[in-house]
């Protein structure tokens, strides 16, 4: 089994940053690649950031230039630092974990930002 816990959500004044983290533990091989997530209410989840064991990031268009993905591998811990927020960044925050055989996903970590 694999946990992930995320921590660093919260709320912001539109403009402002917060840094997530997302920890994994457990039995962990592999992990191919390291990935941010997010759904607001009455939508989809949607891919915001992904960077793989090498180190090769991708954003979602809305994001770019805004969010930085960057993990620690001694650590198996990835992170997403959020700069000039918006109130449409609010949303529940996913990590998530793809490994050899499965995917692993994290509780969630709640970003509200206020305009």
């Known amino acids: 089994q694999v946990q992930l816990v995320e921590s660093g959500g919260g709320l912001v004044q539109a403009g402002g940053s917060l840094r997530l983290s997302c920890a994994a533990s457990g039995s962990i091989f592999i992990i191919i690649a390291m990935s941010w997530h997010r759904q607001a209410p009455g939508k989809q989840r949607d891919l915001v950031a992904t960077?793989?064991?090498?180190?090769?990031?991708n954003y979602a268009d809305s994001v770019k230039g805004r969010f930085t993905i960057s993990r620690d591998n001694a650590k198996n811990t990835v992170y997403l630092q959020m700069n000039s927020l918006k109130p449409e960044d609010t949303a529940v925050y996913y990590c998530?974990?793809?490994?050899?055989?499965?995917?692993?996903w994290g509780q969630g970590t709640q970003v509200t930002v206020s305009s």
């Open positions: 998530s974990v793809r490994m050899l055989s499965s995917d692993y």
């Open positions: 960077i793989t064991r090498g180190g090769s990031t």
